[in-house]
């Protein structure tokens, strides 16, 4: 079983950034692929960015070049680094822990989910 619980989300003015973090417990974090996924109001929950353990990387096009997903086994921590921040990201982001070597883009692939943080980007 594994438990995570993300944190780092607030308000933020458009062209702003924020730092994401999802901290995992319970079974070794280095096992898992780790990912982020976002649900704004009224909208299905949708992929961002996916990571292996071995540090391959995996980001959705409405992201690319602004985001940045990163983990750090020593601190069983995943993050999501977030640029040039739209009124668009607006959304609830949710960290989710996969049993699999290879990137996960799909919610259905994941095994365990934190409860998310609200990022609001105001413009």
């Known amino acids: 079983q594994v438990q995570l619980v993300e944190s780092g989300g607030r308000l933020v003015q458009a062209g702003g950034s924020l730092r994401l973090s999802c901290a995992a417990s319970g079974r070794t974090f280095s096992s898992y692929a780790m990912g982020w996924f976002r649900q704004a109001p009224g909208k299905e929950r949708e992929f961002v960015a996916a990571?292996?353990?071995?540090?391959?990387?995996y980001y959705a096009d409405s992201v690319k070049g602004r985001f940045t997903i990163s983990g750090d086994s020593a601190k069983s921590t995943a993050y999501l680094q977030m640029n040039s921040l739209k009124p668009e990201d607006t959304a609830v982001y949710y960290c989710?822990?996969?049993?699999?070597?290879?990137?996960?883009?799909?919610?259905?692939?994941?095994?365990?989910w934190g409860r998310g943080t609200q990022v609001a980007v105001s413009s």
């Open positions: 990571i292996t353990s071995g540090g391959s990387t």
């Open positions: 989710a822990a996969a049993h699999s070597q290879v990137v996960v883009t799909w919610r259905g692939g994941y095994d365990y």
